[in-house]
């Protein structure tokens, strides 16, 4: 038995009662990279020094007084697109290699001040921008499951690390879909919170990022069990003044029911960008339904049209606010693999909305408002609400950037993903079944606020599908996590 192998949670257990130290934990962590990562290429900095630093001293501290906080001694990974003072700031462009850091980010500080031990940091595509994780800079991230298939992206290391072992908890962000969906291809769980509950920045302490990216992307956790993402969420929430939309009443948020109505959507039932599915991705969501239904939910298949006018505005917003500025920018610094992709869905997307006019566009920020509304009273009825993760189970390596039709199909089927960001709430993504030699999984959403509540019914998602992490990189086969200690 080795430790790596252990969730988050049972390795702070151990460390907390003398079974293991940090340094223990961590060496073994480390061999686990060293071991599995050539073959995954999901942690792209190793910080082995550094590491076993922090962890001699977490064990110091330890023997003379109270654990540091939730997290004390457990090794961790940080997203390269994360900002960790001192360290590049890559976001996966070869161009950024030499923009350092002058400070660390909040949800990451939050881990750190927690007692976390940071081991390395993980792959995301260019800009953290595509739903596979490869670039010039680092390469390609394999999915362990099946190598011709997506990761997913854009937290794909991050997936990839915790489905092998290369840490119990990684941080991660999505704009659209960047924790879910990775985590449900990898097999293992991702959690984007409710905005305002993970104190957080997505870009340079210099830099304004457009609208969309502060109204959209939300940081937290991906794990191999619920439990570990609970872990996670409790040490990476809290306060810190440099995001004033975050709040500080974790514990005074009411815990939902556990057992309450569920919604399941299969199929927003719109053309073109407000979306489709596959039969395997609906097929898994009933599935899905089933269990919980047998866990005495009740269970009810709707339509709710909104999901794929949600799923099209994101389109509409992002793309055009990412015109103003990145398109220059890709062109400038991005690797030829994410540039045909991104020509590709901008192709679609001027396919789809035209010239966007600034009245269009200030009327899309207006109808995202109404939506959120419309959802909100729907929820009242439905505190939880189940979909597919993504419209398809995931797509073989390099079919994003294939052909302006394939691409269309693609951001179509995504509509689970891309919808939540523009509805407000929050979601976890976790695997169900197989679809070829990857996993398949759904989506919980849940009511802002009401994580408990989405994590006791993933609970019941995860104990039927019975999905086993770690793994070994492309057999699929699980290392058995036996008692230890």
Not at 12 to 34: K, P, Y
Not at 197 to 225: I, K, N, Y
Request: aromatic share 8%; proline share 8%.
């Amino acid at each position: 038995m080795e430790i790596w192998q252990l969730s988050a949670t049972e390795v702070a257990r151990l460390l907390r009662a003398g079974a293991v130290s940090s340094v223990e934990a961590t060496r073994s962590v480390l061999a686990r990279i060293a071991d599995v990562n050539p073959a995954a290429n999901a942690v792209v900095e190793v910080r082995e020094d550094e590491a076993l630093a922090a962890a001699r001293k977490a064990d110091a501290r330890l023997r003379h007084g109270p654990a540091a906080g939730l997290l004390h001694g457990v090794p961790v990974t940080f997203k390269v697109n994360t900002n960790v003072e001192g360290l590049p700031t890559t976001e996966g462009v070869a161009a950024y290699k030499d923009h350092v850091a002058t400070e660390t980010d909040p949800q990451a500080l939050s881990w750190l001040d927690a007692g976390a031990i940071f081991v390395g940091r993980t792959n995301c595509p260019p800009f953290a921008t595509r739903w596979t994780t490869e670039n010039d800079l680092y390469g390609t991230t394999v999915n362990p499951w099946d190598p011709a298939v997506t990761p997913g992206g854009s937290s794909g290391g991050a997936a990839v690390a915790v489905a092998l072992g290369m840490g119990a908890l990684a941080q991660g962000n999505d704009i659209g879909g960047s924790i879910r969906y990775p985590a449900a291809c990898c097999g293992v769980v991702g959690l984007r919170p409710t905005p305002g509950r993970v104190p957080a920045w997505a870009g340079s302490p210099s830099h304004d990022p457009p609208m969309a990216v502060q109204a959209f992307v939300e940081q937290g956790p991906l794990a191999r069990t619920v439990a570990d993402l609970r872990l996670g969420l409790r040490a990476m929430e809290g306060y810190d003044p440099r995001d004033p939309r975050a709040i500080a009443l974790a514990g005074r948020i009411p815990v939902a029911a556990e057992r309450g109505r569920v919604a399941v959507v299969t199929d927003p039932g719109g053309p073109g960008l407000r979306g489709s599915s596959t039969a395997e991705s609906v097929e898994a969501t009933r599935t899905a339904a089933g269990w919980l239904a047998d866990a005495g939910y009740q269970v009810d298949e709707v339509e709710l049209p909104l999901f794929g006018e949600a799923a099209e505005l994101w389109w509409k917003l992002a793309l055009t606010e990412f015109a103003i500025g990145m398109v220059g920018e890709v062109e400038r610094v991005g690797d030829p693999g994410f540039r045909r992709f991104f020509d590709l869905m901008f192709a679609v997307y001027r396919d789809a909305f035209g010239a966007v006019e600034l009245g269009d566009f200030v009327a899309g920020w207006a109808r995202r408002g109404m939506l959120r509304r419309q959802f909100s009273v729907f929820a009242d009825r439905y505190p939880l609400i189940l979909t597919p993760v993504s419209g398809e189970p995931p797509f073989p390596m390099g079919s994003d950037a294939e052909s302006v039709e394939r691409t269309a199909e693609l951001m179509g089927r995504q509509w689970p993903l891309m919808s939540v960001p523009v509805l407000g709430f929050p979601a976890l993504g976790v695997p169900v079944t197989k679809a070829g030699g990857a996993p398949l999984g759904v989506q919980v959403i849940g009511r802002p606020f009401e994580e408990d509540a989405v994590f006791a019914a993933a609970e019941v998602i995860e104990a039927r599908a019975g999905f086993s992490t770690p793994i070994d990189p492309s057999s699929g086969k699980s290392r058995d996590v036996a008692a230890f200690g």
